[in-house]
């Protein structure tokens, strides 16, 4: 691991929920991944975690159907100190086409916005869009309404290995302009190839060092 940069070494399943009594305890800090159905969400967090199988990958959109809650452990080496913290990451249920009916579809609308509004130990949403079609209106209208909640969210494009170099540098461009991003806040990934892993890993933990615990290691 390079020096000074954080990685996840271990990542375990927790539980799942759809209200605030279910979330796990103790608490900890919690990044929450959401997206459109089919983005890659699952295969973005099993690459995340190196560990195959972790979230689970379904062909049909629309799986996910409650907030799963996985506990990562990150470990940091810099000059001779070993930092280690703890975190949640959360996957959210796809927002646009699920195979659910009416009354499910208002229900997770329901939970999943109770989850991003009150959960008091959120401290950053990652936004998976799928690098290959333009912003459609439903990640456009999750974007804005996350950030007037005051939420900091991280853009994730996926699938960056299923386009060209030139084109996953058009769309990052694309996107950057279209929600008025700043660097730091879009990032295009790659499952096939793990490109941007490391950096994803430190941004999240960059917000989060924050809130988390972080112990050296003695």
């Known amino acids: 691991m390079p020096k000074g940069q954080w990685d996840v070494i271990k990542a375990e399943f927790v539980?799942?929920?759809v209200q605030a009594d279910?979330?796990?305890?103790p608490s900890l800090p919690q990044v929450a991944f959401i997206g459109r159905s089919n983005v890659g969400k699952s295969s973005l967090i099993n690459s995340l975690c190196r560990r195959n199988g972790l979230a689970r990958v379904s062909s049909s959109p629309g799986k996910t159907q409650t907030l799963n809650f996985y506990r990562l452990d990150a470990k940091r080496t810099a000059d001779d100190a070993v930092d280690r913290t703890q975190f949640f990451l959360?996957?959210?249920?796809?927002?646009g086409?699920?195979?659910?009916?009416?009354?499910?579809?208002?229900?997770w609308s329901g939970f999943i916005r109770n989850y991003l509004t009150d959960a008091p130990d959120l401290s950053?949403?990652?936004?998976?869009?799928?690098?290959?079609?333009?912003?459609?209106?439903s990640d456009i209208e999750a974007y804005h309404w996350?950030?007037?909640?005051?939420?900091?969210?991280?853009?994730?494009?996926?699938?960056?290995d299923k386009v060209s170099k030139s084109a996953a540098m058009a769309q990052v461009a694309a996107v950057k302009k279209e929600l008025f991003l700043s660097g730091d806040q879009i990032l295009a990934y790659s499952v096939q190839q793990p490109l941007m892993r490391g950096e994803l890993i430190n941004r999240i933990l960059g917000v989060l060092e924050g809130s988390a615990e972080v112990v050296p290691e003695l």
């Not at 279910?22 to 305890?25: E, K, M, S, T």
């Open 146 to 160: 996350m950030v007037s909640c005051g939420l900091q969210v991280q853009i994730v494009l996926t699938k960056m």
């Open 124 to 137: 950053l949403v990652c936004q998976l869009i799928d690098i290959r079609h333009k912003l459609m209106d």
């Open 97 to 107: 086409f699920a195979r659910t009916n009416r009354h499910n579809k208002e229900n």
């Open 22 to 25: 279910q979330y796990p305890r």
């Open 15 to 17: 539980t799942s929920a």
């Open 90 to 95: 959360v996957d959210l249920p796809g927002y």
